[in-house]
């Protein structure tokens, strides 16, 4: 065989795994033209900016105590007016939501590694390895996932890092569950026969060829599953929790105002609304996707 | 095929498949034994589930996982595939030995560039570097005749039509040098066209490179465009074999008489096609005898009862049927009146 010299002028070739290439062939409709995921889009990207431009959107520092300007209602100096320490209600909105945002974003990732390589090697070799992973994944489904979560915070003590444990350890399950069901199905397609057949071992042919086909069904649950850790953090966060004060955070404030309901309704009602805003939105995206990239569905 | 291509490549000896399922053990493959040569091209012909494709896997060692090789041996360069464990048969598979498949869409992976599931072969097997394998790839994908191959290299599998599928395939297929290459249906997908080139294309490696192939295909045109010598499977058993013009227009086997007549065939219109009645036997509880006797023309008392082996014949060749001369008189009888 002779040797072909390879053209400069062609891109140096990389071998990357490109996982959202997992979409490519079935993207028939262009992103834009859900309205479902436009809407979730558009809605994500106003929340996550406030959260990002919050310094900007805000020249009150969210923990500085005024407290001769306490329970102030809104007024042009202070949008949401102050609460009982006399901070500022809207910095703080601001800043919890930056706060609870990145714990959840970054919370999603741990749980979404791991499930997905239990995931593949429960699905890929079966036999008593699946038998034994999906006997562990049984037992903490057999919690309700909130309950699971709050108690383990409280043993491990409030904080970030108590939450993305506590996190990590029950939200694997279900992204080993589902990557372990698309696996299931998709070893049995030829593509997995011939990379056989070309003497791949196993590891690659999880890694290169079958976790690309089957990531899209985890990455939609990751889009639900966000919203289910921004509900654990806000919630941790109303119970004391969470992120310790004075750091703002959407469930202490729910808590921090709730005394003051009758009089002073804006302290609660707008964290409350945030943390719903944030749900519809991820919620809207994971379906728009979901009727993207999922075949066979309209 | 004469001289130093005598030496068998790969000799498969008795080999057992047997596939449990829920209704009892399916003999996939009973007792096949063949020899494939260098450079030679064995078509391997039979209806669906007589285990042409059981037997491809068996030797790959890609059965699935209800599947077992009972016995028999599997010899390649006098290396036993059956007793290798599985990581040693990943340093034979790619290497010595590869596959080209029959739905060659499905057999791509949809999310991969083209160019790097030829390149990972040489990636894996040769510890070739990025840009090595890639150009390895390149070269591969213009030996099969994909046009601008530098192009096409970033394409996914979709992007491509039919045909370049299945050169892309064979291209896989090649990237590390194989000894041999299994065909399980490789043109079975394609139109008349792209099938006659892919052949041309097959037919052209294995006397150019001295690749040999197994040609698995229920199509005896292809067999005989592109093969040496044939062997023919029925419910699980060879019934007969030799070189490709000799089993097919002087067959010695009742059921591959059937097969010949149930053919089309250009030069020589016949009225009707003659198909075989009745439909192929269950593998679970074969029939007693010779497996075809339930749909023979020429069935006889020692049929049903009489073990069936090859028997070797004159002129290098072997035929499972007890009365194979019934199959001579009916031929010279359809030649009389066409």
């Not at chain 2, 570097?129 to 530098?150: F, H, N, Q, T, W």
Request: charged letters at 15%.
């Amino acid at each position: 065989m002779s040797a072909t010299t390879f053209p400069s002028e062609a891109p140096p070739p990389e071998f990357v795994t490109e996982p959202e290439a997992a979409a490519g062939p079935r993207r028939v409709r262009r992103w834009y033209t859900q309205p479902a995921l436009l809407g979730g889009v558009i809605l994500l990207a106003l929340i996550l900016a406030a959260a990002i431009f919050a310094p900007l959107l805000s020249s009150y520092n969210p923990i500085t105590q005024n407290l001769t300007n306490t329970l102030q209602g809104p007024s042009a100096h202070h949008l949401l007016g102050t609460d009982q320490l006399g901070r500022d209600t809207f910095a703080r909105l601001l800043y919890g939501l930056r706060n609870d945002l990145r714990i959840a974003f970054i919370a999603v990732l741990l749980p979404f590694l791991i499930g997905v390589v239990l995931g593949s090697i429960s699905g890929y070799f079966g036999g008593w390895v699946d038998t034994v992973i999906m006997r562990i994944v049984d037992i903490v489904v057999a919690f309700p996932f909130y309950v699971l979560v709050i108690a383990l915070v409280f043993v491990l003590g409030p904080g970030q890092r108590s939450i993305y444990i506590a996190i990590t350890l029950i939200g694997w399950v279900s992204y080993a569950r589902i990557i372990r069901g698309e696996i299931l199905v998709a070893k049995r397609q030829d593509y997995v026969l011939a990379a056989q057949s070309g003497g791949l071992s196993s590891v690659r042919i999880m890694a290169r060829h079958l976790v690309p086909n089957v990531i899209s069904q985890a990455i939609l649950y990751a889009m639900s599953d966000i919203v289910q850790d921004i509900l654990a953090i806000v919630t941790l966060g109303y119970f004391g929790l969470g992120v310790p004060p004075p750091t703002p955070d959407l469930g202490s404030m729910i808590n921090d105002g709730q005394n003051f309901l009758t009089t002073h309704w804006q302290l609660t009602t707008f964290p409350g609304l945030a943390v719903v805003i944030v749900g519809l939105s991820l919620s809207l995206i994971g379906d728009g996707l979901a009727d993207i990239i999922r075949p066979g569905q309209a | 095929m004469t001289g130093p291509l005598d030496s068998p490549v790969l000799q498969v000896r008795d080999l057992h498949v047997q596939i449990a399922a829920r209704h009892g053990t399916v003999r996939a493959v009973d007792g096949v034994s063949l020899e494939v040569n260098k450079g030679e091209a064995v078509g391997l012909v039979g209806e669906s589930g007589s285990g042409k494709s059981m037997t491809l896997r068996a030797i790959l060692g890609v059965l699935p996982p209800e599947a077992k090789i009972t016995s028999g041996e599997i010899l390649l360069d006098g290396v036993d595939l059956v007793k290798l464990p599985n990581h040693a048969l990943n340093e034979i598979r790619g290497p010595k030995i590869s596959m080209i498949f029959q739905e060659p869409m499905s057999a791509l992976n949809p999310v991969m560039r083209v160019g790097y599931q030829i390149a990972e072969g040489p990636r894996v097997h040769r510890g070739y570097s990025k840009a090595k394998a890639a150009e390895r790839a390149i070269e591969l994908m213009r030996r099969v005749g994909i046009p601008d191959p530098e192009r096409r290299f970033r394409a996914y599998p979709h992007e491509f039509s039919g045909g370049m599928r299945q050169r892309v395939m064979i291209a896989i297929a090649l990237s590390c040098d194989p000894e041999i290459i299994l065909c399980d249906e490789p043109t079975t997908a394609l139109d008349v066209t792209i099938q006659d080139q892919i052949l041309r294309l097959l037919a052209e490696l294995c006397r150019d490179s001295g690749v040999s192939l197994i040609f698995v295909t229920h199509d005896l045109p292809v067999v005989a465009q592109l093969c040496q010598r044939v062997a023919v499977m029925y419910g699980g058993e060879l019934v007969e074999t030799g070189a490709v013009h000799e089993v097919l227009l002087d067959p010695r086997h009742p059921y591959t008489l059937g097969l010949v007549r149930s053919a089309p065939d250009v030069e020589h219109v016949r009225e009707s096609l003659v198909p075989i009645p009745g439909s192929p036997p269950s593998l679970v509880s074969p029939p007693s005898g010779c497996r075809f006797h339930p749909r023979c023309a020429f069935v006889e008392e020692d049929c049903r009862v009489q073990p069936t082996p090859l028997r070797q014949l004159p002129g290098n060749r072997a035929t499972a049927c007890l009365h194979y001369e019934r199959t001579e008189e009916a031929l010279a009888a359809d030649r009389i009146a066409p």
